[in-house]
T-cell receptor, first 115, second 115 residues
Framework: GAGVSQSPSNKVTEKGKDVELRCDPISGHTALYWYRQSLGQGLEFLIYFQGNSAPDKSGLPSDRFSAERTGGSVSTLTIQRTQQEDSAVYLC?????????????FGPGTRLLVL | AQSVTQLGSHVSVSEGALVLLRCNYSSSVPPYLFWYVQYPNQGLQLLLKYTTGATLVKGINGFEAEFKKSETSFHLTKPSAHMSDAAEYFCAVSDNGGGSYIPTFGRGTSLIVHP
């Protein structure tokens, strides 16, 4: 079946503009994660959605970042008033839990460049 | 609290040589451990994972890793490197179900394979 998809694949924007990044998880996956991957860095956790529970926003770096997940499926990560330091690859992953074990499946990422 | 240390941001091997990518973790609870591979311009793909049971875990593409609790390590190995193995490799740790499953990733190791 289809994997996790993300759009756009690349985004170039000007400092101060808002951007929206979209993630379509694998159908039936109840959990969805957003990560940020900066050059030479590991993955930085941003936000986690699990079913209908309140999202874990503990990784969001500032109040310019927000995310929502509509209908337990598609998620949108919004960055307001973008800064150059927001330039990174934004990765989305969805997962299911079976027998107490979870496996994440990652999308290809959105490469954001803020000029 | 949990953390992951990947020793060496770059590892260079000759084609046919042994691949060893090091990962040490810290976790206050028994961990789940993962290795992911990221090919250029792609998302992360799960190579293998350790949850419980056998400490030697076999994954895709001939890779395997051994969980050594006494050494808090989960090093990734492959007996014979192929050119196609050149990629970025990430080790990750999450707690074993007592928390939110949010994994912590290492900074990654870039594997370079020479002809």
């Amino acid at each position: 079946g289809a994997g996790v998809s993300q759009s756009p694949s690349n985004k170039v924007t000007e400092k101060g503009k808002d951007v929206e990044l979209r993630c379509d998880p694998i159908s039936g996956h109840t959990a969805l994660y957003w990560y940020r991957q900066s050059l030479g860095q590991g993955l930085e956790f941003l936000i986690y959605f699990q079913g209908n529970s309140a999202p874990d926003k503990s990784g969001l770096p500032s109040d310019r970042f927000s995310a929502e997940r509509t209908g337990g499926s598609v998620s949108t990560l919004t960055i307001q008033r973008t800064q150059q330091e927001d330039s990174a690859v934004y990765l989305c992953a969805s997962s299911f839990t079976s027998g107490g074990q979870e496996t994440q499946y990652f999308g290809p990422g959105t490469r954001l460049l803020v000029l | 609290a949990q953390s992951v240390t990947q020793l060496g941001s770059h590892v260079s091997v000759s084609e046919g040589a042994l691949v060893l990518l090091r990962c040490n973790y810290s976790s206050s609870v028994p961990p789940y451990l993962f290795w992911y591979v990221q090919y250029p311009n792609q998302g992360l793909q799960l190579l293998l994972k350790y949850t419980t049971g056998a400490t030697l875990v076999k994954g895709i593409n001939g890779f395997e890793a051994e969980f050594k609790k006494s050494e808090t390590s989960f090093h990734l190995t492959k007996p014979s490197a192929h050119m196609s193995d050149a990629a970025e490799y990430f080790c990750a740790v999450s707690d074993n179900g007592g928390g939110s499953y949010i994994p912590t990733f290492g900074r990654g190791t870039s594997l370079i394979v020479h002809p």
